[in-house]
């Protein structure tokens, strides 16, 4: 509430306050049609790393969200999203909400914050309606796990400042509310799909080993304050020209890895790091986006700490204009390794992605985006499970989008 009331104090008398007029709504909905082989998606509760394979595929609600975005002033806003997505425990959720702050136009040093529920400025693919993807459908390893498991309720700042030409930016945050981030990669493994994590709701997590089903809850919540510490980000940009920016992302959740609540779920000790890399070109625009990291979870024994992995990730992607719309080819390549108890709880793995899709846009609130992906990954712990430990999975998607 304190930092409400300054940002909010921030707001020039001459304000024009809007709140409730058509222009401070927007939405999108998403219906999909959708065809996969391959393993059951982990939607189900299983160990598949798309949002569809089998027994989920043919039409389905990809995603409806409404956006409340009221202005108070020239400077102080908000950002309300509520949205609906197939698969999820409640029908209706809260996306993001948030408190918004930004200085006036013109200066040489800018100011911007904010403060609520939202996820910290690492994608470079959710730049859509809503916090979605909008030149494919399905996101790059490293953003699915983003919108899955880093969702947090903080306060961000961010100074920005203009140079012979180069624009240079400094971004920090800090939260709560992102003790499990970790639990989801470390047990089901890297994945790929557009479900974004609810603020009420929560995932499944595959069928655990009998070493952790007996210490870890069959399913986790992506917004869980357990331990009582405060987590901290930052973030610095540079844009040399108008067309190439660069970004490097520093993640730590000060997780107490030995803390459990009454549902047992812990909290983990995560953190990592992110280069992100964009260059719009007249012919072409690339992506690209670099994480490392690590994550623990529990106490230590004679083979080490009861979970301890680090995790890898890359892609790259290229997008052009083409016809009435644009085509986008992505590669991904991901892993995690397992560092303990391998033995009776092997989590490591190992595969890659590529993706292409088309983006037709029939109107400018109207597209119908066309996708292909195949999955390949190498996963031993599928062993458990009674399935081949290498799965190829091929997922084929028409979203059918409206903007209003």
């Known amino acids: 509430m304190g930092t409400a009331l300054v940002l909010a104090s921030a707001g020039s008398a001459q304000a024009r ?149 180069q624009t240079f930016s ?48 069959p399913s986790t919540t992506p917004l869980a304050e357990i331990d009582g510490r405060i987590g901290y980000y930052g973030r610095v940009e540079w844009r040399p020209s108008s067309v190439l920016a660069i970004d490097l992302f520093r993640y730590e959740n000060e997780g107490d890895r030995t803390s459990v609540d009454a549902n047992r779920e812990w909290s983990w000790e995560t953190r990592f790091w992110n280069l992100g890399m964009r260059l719009d070109l007249d012919a072409v625009a690339v992506k690209a986006q670099v994480m490392t990291g690590e994550t623990l979870m529990g106490y230590s024994n004679a083979n080490g700490v009861w979970a301890d992995m680090g995790f890898e990730a890359a892609y790259v992607s290229a997008n052009k204009a083409l016809g009435p719309g644009s085509a986008t080819l992505r590669y991904d390549h991901f892993s995690t390794t397992d560092r303990t108890n391998k033995a009776t709880d092997n989590n490591a793995e190992h595969g890659w992605s590529g993706l292409a899709a088309y983006r037709w846009d029939i109107r400018p609130d109207s597209q119908i985006v066309f996708e292909a992906q195949h999955i390949d990954s190498f996963r031993r712990d599928r062993a458990r499970l009674g399935l081949t430990p290498r799965q190829g999975q091929t997922v084929l998607q028409t979203a059918f989008r409206r903007q209003f």
């Open 17 to 165: 306050a809007e709140l409730f007029s058509r222009d401070t709504f927007s939405g999108l909905v998403d219906l999909r049609l959708a065809a996969a082989d391959g393993e059951a998606s982990w939607i189900d509760g299983r160990v598949g790393k798309a949002r569809f394979g089998d027994g989920r595929q043919g039409v389905r609600l990809g995603e409806a969200a409404l956006v409340w975005n009221p202005r108070f002033s020239d400077t102080v806003s908000a950002v309300i999203v509520g949205e609906s997505q197939d698969g999820q425990r409640h029908l209706v959720d809260l996306g993001e909400g948030y408190l918004a702050y930004r200085s006036q136009p013109g200066s040489a040093l800018r100011l911007s914050a904010r403060a609520g529920v939202f996820y910290p400025p690492i994608s470079l693919e959710h730049d859509g309606l809503d916090w979605s993807v909008a030149d494919t459908i399905t996101p790059s390893a490293i953003n699915t796990w983003v919108a899955e498991e880093t969702k947090v309720v903080g306060v961000e700042a961010t100074i920005r400042r203009t140079l012979a030409g």
């Open 170 to 217: 400094l971004t920090a945050g800090g939260f709560q509310h992102g003790d499990t981030a970790g639990t989801e990669l470390t047990f089901r493994g890297w994945a790929l799909h557009d479900l974004k994590s609810p603020v009420f709701g929560r995932f499944p997590l595959p069928p655990l080993s009998a070493r952790m089903a007996q210490r870890q809850a």
